[in-house]
């Protein structure tokens, strides 16, 4: 079945290091994203990239870096920088227009211990 | 620019009780997708419902319903002998004028039994 796989589900991370979230998707889908979800924030837009080798910058994307190397693969690095970074991460992908919506992955918990 | 209200943070209501969900949405666009996704505990987002703002009727799914009012820009969502499994956090969402989408806040649902 086609979908959207993240990994890992729960990641601790301890202060000070980069952590890498992988995020496959099998839909043939051309644009990726990442959000960023804290408790009563809703979702925010961290990159999103719509075509193999380019990305963007979306609303937070201080502390983080993305790569898109391969149509199939968004994966996101929270670098030291991001100051707080304990949150719960979801990957998205669309046919490349937003009004067709999103399919989304099941998210990858992080926490900096 | 898009914006997108759900005023409602948290509801609960009891097992059977009707429950309606609100969004209030703010666009310049004549033309626009309106979305309504759930978030189960899992962490998923599930699309639920996409609509045209050309198509002003009611849509019903089961016991799920939703009211498109473009008058008052609002697009509720209304379930009907609410259940335990239909508690969730609740996302209601436009796409902005860069194709990406916007989301709401959400709203967190609780069906107590």
């Known amino acids: 079945d086609g979908g959207i796989t993240q990994s890992p589900k729960y990641l601790f991370r301890k202060e000070g290091q980069n952590v890498t979230l992988s995020c496959e998707q099998n839909l043939n889908h051309d644009a990726m994203y990442w959000y960023r979800q804290d408790p009563g924030q809703g979702l925010r837009l961290i990159y999103y990239s719509q075509i193999v080798n380019d990305f963007q910058k979306g609303d937070i994307a201080e502390g983080y870096s993305v790569s898109r190397e391969k149509k199939e693969s968004f994966p996101l690095t929270v670098t030291s920088a991001q100051k707080n970074p304990t949150a719960f991460y979801l990957c998205?992908?669309?046919?490349?227009?937003?009004?067709?919506?999103?399919?989304f992955g099941s998210g990858t918990r992080l926490t900096v211990v | 620019a898009q914006k997108v209200t759900q005023a409602q943070t948290e509801i609960s209501v009891v097992e059977k009780e009707d429950v309606t969900l609100d969004c209030v949405y703010e666009?310049?666009?004549?033309?626009?997708?309106l979305f309504w996704y759930k978030q189960p505990p899992s962490g998923e987002l599930v699309f639920l419902i996409r609509?045209?703002?050309?198509?002003?009727q009611n849509e019903i799914s089961g016991r799920y319903s939703w009211n498109f009012q473009k008058s008052t820009s609002s697009f509720n969502f209304t379930i009907t002998a609410s259940q335990v499994v239909d508690s969730a956090v609740y996302f209601c969402?436009?796409?902005?004028?860069?194709?990406?989408?916007?989301f709401g806040k959400g709203t967190r649902l609780h069906i107590l039994p």
């Open positions: 969402a436009l796409p902005n004028r860069d194709d990406k989408i916007i």
């Open positions: 666009t310049r666009d004549t033309t626009y997708y």
């Open positions: 998205a992908s669309s046919i490349g227009y937003g009004s067709y919506g999103y399919t």
């Open positions: 609509r045209n703002s050309f198509d002003e």
